[in-house]
């Protein structure tokens, strides 16, 4: 082989080398353009989980707040009820006492003389007509009492509600943390 055969030889193999390296730098260059736009969608899904988990601390926080709120009326409206169940109790009490006295009044009515036997009968409506008042009354403490019962059903629901709510947002938050981990450990693994 001639001294001109190996120079051609020498040079074909540096241009070979050449294209190597060329190509070589442009795998390099296409993969840091990969690894950056990796990077870059990274921090946009970042972005966007930490957005979603700040809505949700906000929800979360309006909920406890309507909570608290609707707990404080619950709150007012048995201490309301607990008064007006002792207010009707005494005023029962008060009806009965009536009572008693007007039936004193009219025993010693009728042992009495002819005309107070029309005083009796005034007496006995007067009686008759504050037995419908305590009647309608018990009605009333008992529609009161039902009503109460029906809003402290209402606030168990709202309170079930509220823990699965809290509940199913817990497991939310902790799948998104997964993916996170799983996407910082990707993008560590492959830079």
Known sequence: MTSEQRIATVENDLDLVKELLLTTARHAERAHED???????LRASSARTEAAIAATNQKVDALTETVAATNQRVDAFVDGIQRLVTQQQERINQH???VERLEDIAQTVLNGQVQATRRLDLLEQQVA??????????QQIEQQQQLFNLQRQQLELDR???EEFRRSTGAALERIDRILDYL??????EG
């Open 35 to 41: 690894n950056d736009a990796l990077r870059q969608e």
């Open 160 to 162: 079930q509600r509220d």
């Open 184 to 189: 910082v450990r990707q993008a560590g693994g």
């Open 96 to 98: 009965e006492a009536r």
């Open 129 to 138: 007509q504050q037995q419908q008042q305590i009647e309608l009354q018990q």
